[in-house]
Structures are given as structure tokens and as C-alpha cells.
């Protein structure tokens, strides 16, 4: 069964910094594109970067290029959100999905919240 | 940004009827491949989302033959044939075709 676990959520002041991990099990994670995807507070769904299976294609959205940073490591079967010059309007859940054939997230961890506030 | 329009807002919906989302794009998501990749997600109430649809109207494993999608170019529809209890949530459409991924505002399906 594929399974993904993020952690490392929490509250953190404006300008902080957070480091999310998501722990893969169930499926050969270095054979899949990976993705990190979040949902403000009642909110819509909002793609936020990508990854290839090796990690040398990565891909963001406008608003977190140069402060975020997607990383990978296939040897612990585990993704990375490193986040840095956090604003309140990062305040979130953060989603890891798996890249399924055919395009769109196939499977979805259950999520960790990340609240930036002073 | 491809602009992913949804409607209704809010679906109320008897048990047992058919519901129908729509999902109007602000350009064609066919690919240089061929494929149109326009997905279809779940979010029940305090769960993570689910792919439902891939491709248009390809089933994820695992998914009531009662969900179906259609379309093409730039209009899309996912239609539930009976609704059930465990179907109220919030349905999103998404496309990858271009980047970045972008999702449609959500559709609020809830029972009468």
C-alpha cells in the first residue's frame, strides 16, 4: 500500500524558517516524480513544486521561487520542503503527493500544517 | 496561469440523484503528445484529496464506475450517475498541460 507521512509543521514567526519531510513507503519512490502541494485555511488546492526521480529537474511556483527549495533523497525514501522567509500567507497544509501516470497527484499524504504568525 | 473555471460553486444534491460539475479552462489543455491532461480530485470533509479521474475520463483504481468525466479542448465535465452519502466533499479539477498546474476553485457537493 502506498503510504506518504509528512512532518514538520508548525508555527513559525514571519521571516522564520521550516523544514517539511515526507516519508514514502509502498511503492519505489525513486521512480517518481514528487510533488508538494498546500491549502490555506478553508481554501482551494495550489500546486507549489515538483520534483524528478533523480532530482535534477525541479520545478516551483512563482511565489516561493528563490525561498523554497524542493530536495529528494531515493536512498531514505523521503521528500523535502525546505522554506525559508516565511509570510503569513504561507500558512497552510502541506501536501506531498506521488506523480501518477496520466498526470496530477495519485496518492496524497494526509497533510501537516504550517501556521506563520507572530 | 491557465485559469480553471468550475461550476456550480455548491451542488446541493437529493441520494440517488445524478450530479454534474463543469470545468471550463481559459485555454486548450491538449498536449504535444496527444493526451489532455485534465484530473478530477475528491476532498471529503478533513481528508487529504483523492485522484478520481486522469486523462479526462480515465478511473483511478479503486473508484465507483458512478463517477465519470468527459470533454475535450477546454470544457470538462465529471458526472456522478447517483450520489451517495459518502460522496459529499469538495470536487477540484486540475490540469497539467501547462505549467504551472493549476486547479479549479472547487465544487461544494453536499445533500439535500
Known amino acids: 500500500e502506498v503510504q506518504l507521512v509528512e512532518s514538520g509543521g508548525g508555527l513559525v514567526q514571519p521571516g522564520g524558517s521550516l523544514r517539511l519531510s515526507c516519508a514514502a513507503s509502498?511503492?519505489?519512490?525513486?521512480?517518481?516524480?514528487m510533488n508538494w502541494v498546500r491549502q490555506a485555511p478553508g481554501k482551494g488546492l495550489e500546486w507549489m513544486a515538483n520534483i524528478n526521480q533523480d532530482g535534477t529537474e525541479k520545478y516551483y511556483m512563482d511565489s516561493v521561487k528563490g525561498r523554497f527549495t524542493i530536495s529528494r533523497d531515493n536512498a531514505k525514501n523521503s521528500l523535502y520542503l525546505q522554506m525559508n522567509g516565511l509570510r503569513a500567507e504561507d500558512t497552510a497544509v502541506y501536501y506531498c503527493a506521488r506523480e501518477g501516470s496520466g498526470g496530477g497527484g495519485d496518492s496524497w499524504g494526509q497533510g501537516t500544517l504550517v501556521t506563520v504568525s507572530s | 496561469d491557465v485559469v480553471m473555471t468550475q461550476s456550480p460553486l455548491s451542488l446541493p444534491v437529493t441520494l440517488g440523484q445524478p450530479a454534474s460539475i463543469t470545468c471550463r479552462c481559459s485555454?486548450?489543455?491538449?498536449?504535444?503528445?496527444?493526451?489532455?491532461?485534465l484530473s478530477w480530485f475528491q476532498q471529503r470533509p478533513g481528508q487529504s484529496p483523492r485522484r478520481l479521474i486522469y486523462?479526462?475520463?480515465n478511473r483511478d483504481s479503486g473508484v465507483p464506475d458512478r463517477f465519470s468525466g468527459s470533454g475535450s479542448g477546454t470544457d470538462f465535465t465529471l458526472k456522478i450517475s447517483w450520489v451517495e452519502a459518502d460522496d459529499v466533499g469538495v470536487y477540484y479539477c486540475?490540469?497539467?498541460?501547462?505549467?504551472?498546474?493549476?486547479f479549479g476553485g472547487g465544487t461544494k457537493v453536499e445533500i439535500k
Open positions: 486540475m490540469q497539467g498541460t501547462h505549467w504551472p498546474p493549476t
Open positions: 486523462k479526462v475520463s
Open positions: 485555454q486548450s489543455l491538449v498536449y504535444s503528445d496527444g493526451n489532455t491532461y
Open positions: 509502498g511503492f519505489t519512490f525513486s521512480s517518481y516524480w
